[in-house]
């Protein structure tokens, strides 16, 4: 799959978000973090204010909820208009049944899983969603250092993916920059999302070139592993 860079407005202007999506046209789309101040501690904007955005946005959304009650909520992200919505995994009751509901509604189904919550068990519900996310920070702040300890998720997570052939976009969001993202590239995550990285810089347009040739060669680089479940330290050494 291509490389995707969307940018969260996390980091951006709240006092000029219209032109702070306009900032960012080349993304390939806008990650709407949504926080309720229960889920995570912090809080953001809801569906009347995602609605508007998205009607003045020259690109695609892509909104990540950090919600409790997420079966309850989320439709409603797709119904105003998002391209994709994610909801976590820890968070949702019934997450087939809500990711069926986001597709009848015309978006994408994103899963969600918090740096500590483990893939496997998901595995199975890879046909049910169009992104898997893996937060590479834990969730509620933008401007938070890259977690290296998912790495090795990111990889299993890829190695499930490409074993599969199903096409879900790999996702990490969280402490992206131009040297995190050649490491979680590498690692096979395919979408990176970055706040303070890309609204921090003088140029955001220019620095969205710039992580996706970043990651473009990095993901040509790599060579995928090849997942069996197994650790290596398991593996028997027949002759
Ligand atoms: C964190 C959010 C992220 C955040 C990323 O809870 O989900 O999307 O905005 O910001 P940076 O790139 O600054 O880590
Ligand atoms: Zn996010």
């Known amino acids: ?8 407005i996390l980091s951006a202007d709240f006092a000029n978000l219209q032109h702070e999506l306009e900032r960012i046209s080349t993304a390939d789309a806008a990650h709407i973090d949504v926080m309720d101040n229960h889920f995570v501690p912090n809080l953001t904007w809801g569906p009347p204010v995602v609605k508007r955005l998205r009607e003045v946005s020259p690109v695609p959304f892509d909104v990540h909820l950090m919600i409790d009650d997420p079966d309850r909520w989320a439709p409603q992200y797709a119904d105003v208009g998002s391209e994709s919505v994610t909801f976590h995994a820890e968070a949702a009751t019934a997450p087939i049944k809500l990711a069926r509901t986001l597709r009848e509604s015309g978006a994408k189904a994103g899963l969600a899983l918090r740096p500590a919550t ?6 199975d ?7 898997l996310l893996i937060m590479t920070v ?9 977690l290296d300890v998912t790495l090795p998720k990111i990889r299993r997570a890829a190695s499930a993916l490409e074993g599969s052939g199903i096409p879900v ?3 990490v969001d969280g402490g992206i920059t131009e040297e995190t993202i050649v490491r979680a590239a590498e690692a096979g995550a395919d979408c990176f999302v970055a706040g303070s990285s890309v609204y921090g810089a003088e140029d955001p347009q220019a620095a969205i070139a710039a992580l996706r040739s970043l990651g473009k060669r990095a993901r040509k680089k790599r060579r995928p592993h090849s997942y069996t479940g197994i650790n290596i330290s398991d593996e028997c050494s027949c002759s």
């Open 138 to 146: 834990e969730p509620g702040f933008g401007g938070q250092k890259f």
């Open 169 to 171: 976009r790999l996702q």
């Open 1 to 8: 799959m291509s490389v995707a860079i969307n940018p969260s």
């Open 118 to 123: 483990a893939v496997e068990p998901y595995l």
């Open 125 to 131: 519900l890879l046909t049910e969603i169009d992104m």
